[in-house]
């Protein structure tokens, strides 16, 4: 069974960075996809980014390029979410999710796995 827990979450003022972990345990399969989902009170939870285990694609939504950065744990099925230049829109309950696939999770937002949840809060 995998389990995926999440620290790193914040508060943190405008223009500020803070860096998500996410440590994975029972992994067996190293083609997994692995990403950074958040969700704000009364919206859906939307996908941020994605790391595929695979081919080592990473991939983001329009509204974080060049501000994030998805890379993975080099000695374990870790991932990390480097988060610069934070804007208020950027706040919400950041979830770390696995799948078997990258299409689970990046276009059927149907990953198999969830982490329970990391607060970022981007205010002065």
């Known amino acids: 069974q995998v389990q995926l827990v999440e620290s790193g979450g914040a508060s943190v003022q405008p223009g500020g960075s803070l860096k998500l972990s996410c440590r994975a345990s029972g992994v067996t399969l190293d083609t997994i996809t692995m990403g950074w989902f958040r969700q704000v009170p009364g919206k859906e939870r939307e996908v941020v980014a994605a790391y595929d285990f695979f081919d080592r694609k990473t991939i983001y939504i329009d509204s974080v390029k060049d501000r994030f950065t998805i890379f993975r744990d080099k000695k374990s099925f870790g991932i990390y979410l480097q988060m610069n230049s934070l804007i208020n829109e950027d706040s919400g309950v950041y979830y770390c999710?696995?799948?078997?696939?990258?299409?689970?999770?990046?276009?059927?937002?149907?990953?198999?796995?969830w982490g329970q949840g990391t607060q970022v809060t981007v205010s002065l």
């Open positions: 999710a696995a799948a078997d696939t990258f299409w689970k999770l990046w276009e059927d937002h149907t990953p198999s796995y």
